[in-house]
């Protein structure tokens, strides 16, 4: 049976909770048919994130790594299909650093691409009447750091590893009390885009022959 790993972010940005460790919190109490499904949970902090998902690989041994996490202010559901080598941000992470331009690997390659199958991903939630996206930009924040982690994890020691990242947006609670307009989803729909994410993922083989029909 295929080791999953999936693995969320603590809160961040003054926020009371992450849409993507309550939607993981639930699928680790629930489980997902058909794999043996592990979960991490990392903190949005630049100098320890990236380690957090190293262990949490090392000790899972997964045979597919989905890290999610809150992309507050998306419409939907967005898989990444690129992670840079930059930290980069204006808004200090959750141990006040704030760094500029800053490589995460030093001689690391300038991106990876996902290795999730994103324009298959993005046909099944829409299928399933999630809103989604293929996205192009993870950012350069804790998303981003733990995205290009992970796939430099992968290229570097793990090969026969495939990996990638899936932002989701704001959950309900977290915008009921806004009086500015942010689009959300419910922690349902949360929940059941990561089953989508991983079961997509589990058996398609070639995103090549879907991508032109969701671009
Ligand atoms: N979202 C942030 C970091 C943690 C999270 O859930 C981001 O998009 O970088």
Sequence with gaps: ???????????????????????????????????????AFLPVVYDTAGDALRAAIAEHDPDLVICAGEAGGRFGITPEKVAINRN???????????PVDEPIVADGPVGYFTGLPVAAIVEALRDAGIPAEVSWTAG??????VFYSLMHLIATERPSVRGGFVHVPYVHEQVVRRTDAKPSLSLDEIVQALRIAVSTTVHATDDAAVGAATA
């Design 1 to 39: 049976m295929t080791r999953v790993l999936l693995t969320a972010f603590e809160p961040f940005g003054g926020e009371q909770v992450n849409p993507s460790q309550l939607a993981v919190q639930r699928l680790a109490a629930e489980g997902l048919d058909g794999v043996e499904l592990r979960t």
């Design 88 to 98: 980069d941000t204006a808004m200090p992470d959750n141990a006040g650093r704030a």
């Design 140 to 145: 350069a924040y804790l998303c981003n750091n």
